[in-house]
Structure formats: C-alpha cells, structure tokens
C-alpha cells in the first residue's frame, strides 16, 4: 500500500482515485496520506473518495453520493450526506428523507439566554417509541452555558418520555465546526441501560468538562437500545445544541484539547 501511494502521487495525476485505502497501515502512514491529499487538492487536483470514515469525508469532500445497494440515495452536502448515512445505519431506509435541525450558522447569542431546544416529534429519524422531549445546557445554578472558558464544567438535562416499556441508552456526541466527532459518551458505557415504562418520563444529565480549545461545537442526542445508535435507533437528534469556547479557564494549550499533563522540575548543580 506505502509503494502504491507513492508511486501514484509521484506520477503526477490530474485526479486521483483513493478507495478505502487510508484506513490501512499505521497513524504515521496516514497522516502522511491525508497530509499529501490535502496538498494535492489545494493544487488542483481532483479527488474521487470512497470511504465509511465519515471524519475523513467531513474534511476532505465537498461533494458527498450516499450509495445503498449500488444506487445512488443521496448527492449532495457532506453534512447532510452523513446525516443520511446515519438515518441508513439506523434502519430507516431510502425512503426517509433526512429531516433534521437546521445547521447552526455561528450566530453570537445572548449570554442571558440558555441554550434550549424543545424536540418537534415530526423532526429527526428513528423509530420514536422513546424519544427527546427536550434538551438543555445548565449549569448548577441554572445559569446560561452558551459561552464558556476551555477548562470549565457544562451540564446537559435531556428529558425522555417512553410510550413503551423500554430498556435501552441515550448517548451525547460533541462535534466541532468540521463536524468532525470530539466526543461521545452514552449511559450503556457508563452507568448501565434505562429502564422505563409507557408513559413514562426521565430526566438524565451529563455533566462534562470541557477540556476544549477555543471554537463552536454542537451536541447529538441518539437513544437506543445497546452501545451505539445502529442497535435498534429510537431517536436521533442532530446538532441539538451549540456551544461556544472563548478561551481559557486554566492553563492555556494547543491543539484540540487538553489532556491531563504533569511538568516536573529537578535542577541539579
């Protein structure tokens, strides 16, 4: 794969043809392969991907064809183009049209505002025996979260409400302005399945240190009955909230995130 890559960038094509070959070989090879990718397109070139790396799709298209069964289902935006990969994941067919938020622009609110959003029933995708009723940012005072430091602490209240006896998790997906997944958590990882009986209604918080750098994120909700959304998906919200990072609570940092880390000293004389 290493001597195929080379020699194929090295002969200087006009468009190049890459089928699932960055998800072989090891992290230094692929970084490699993006890195040249990346430097390609940026000269011109034209870059035909076929991959279910959704992060790498979300970075290097700007043109996305969803394909089930050799048709073609979707062509289009790369965020929208994953929204419909993930309505296919989760068991809803071609036939569902992908029906969710409408993208947050980026628009600065207010800092007395909290960062609600109340779930329409005839928005999203899955089954919705089970599904959001609404979702919140609250801290512990119930103060407004929209805008905070890297380094502080940010809750989210979600509300579900069963119409069945249930038993199944809900999960947390954050994203940066890429789209490109930061991190994600469910109740099944930690703390074990929800348990709930028609009619129903729980309220569930996830509180999280947000350890990242400066910049806009959103939060996905999914509730479904094991581990990930594609086990029997009941409801999928996309981009429910936004946040926003302005600088530093404690000690700056580069990159993404900021892992925990200890600097010692030991001067000798």
């Known amino acids: 794969m290493r001597l195929g890559f080379s020699i194929a960038f090295h002969s200087k094509p006009k468009a190049f043809v890459v089928d699932e070959a960055l998800s072989v070989g090891d992290f230094n090879f692929q970084q490699k392969c993006f890195q040249k990718i990346k430097e390609f397109m940026h000269d011109g070139g034209g870059l035909l991907f076929v991959s279910h790396d959704l992060n790498a799709v979300r970075l290097l298209c700007n043109r996305v064809l969803v394909l ?76 407004s979260l929209i805008h905070l430091s890297s380094g502080q602490w940010a809750e989210i209240v979600i509300e579900l409400e069963s119409k069945i006896p249930y038993t199944g998790s809900l999960g947390i997906l954050l994203r940066d302005r890429l789209g490109q997944d930061v991190f994600g958590v469910n109740t099944a990882m930690r703390d074990g399945q929800i348990m709930l009986k028609p009619d129903q209604i729980i309220r569930i918080s996830f509180r999280v240190q947000v350890n990242l750098c400066p910049g806009l994120y959103s939060v996905t909700f999914a509730v479904h009955t094991d581990t990930t959304h594609n086990d029997d998906c009941q409801h999928w919200w996309d981009n429910a909230l936004s946040i926003e990072v302005l600088g530093f609570a404690r000690y700056r940092f580069s990159g993404l995130c900021e892992l925990p880390c200890e600097i010692k000293y030991d001067l000798k004389v």
């Open 68 to 143: 089930e069964q050799g048709e073609v289902i979707f062509d289009g935006d790369p965020a929208e183009a994953v929204r419909k990969y993930y309505e296919l994941m989760a068991g809803m067919g071609s036939s569902h049209s992908v029906r969710g938020q409408k993208e947050d622009k980026g628009e600065p609110t207010s800092n007395k505002e909290i960062s609600k959003s109340t779930f329409p029933q005839s928005l999203g995708y899955g089954r919705q025996e089970v599904r959001i009723r609404s979702a919140i940012w609250a801290s512990s005072s119930q103060s």
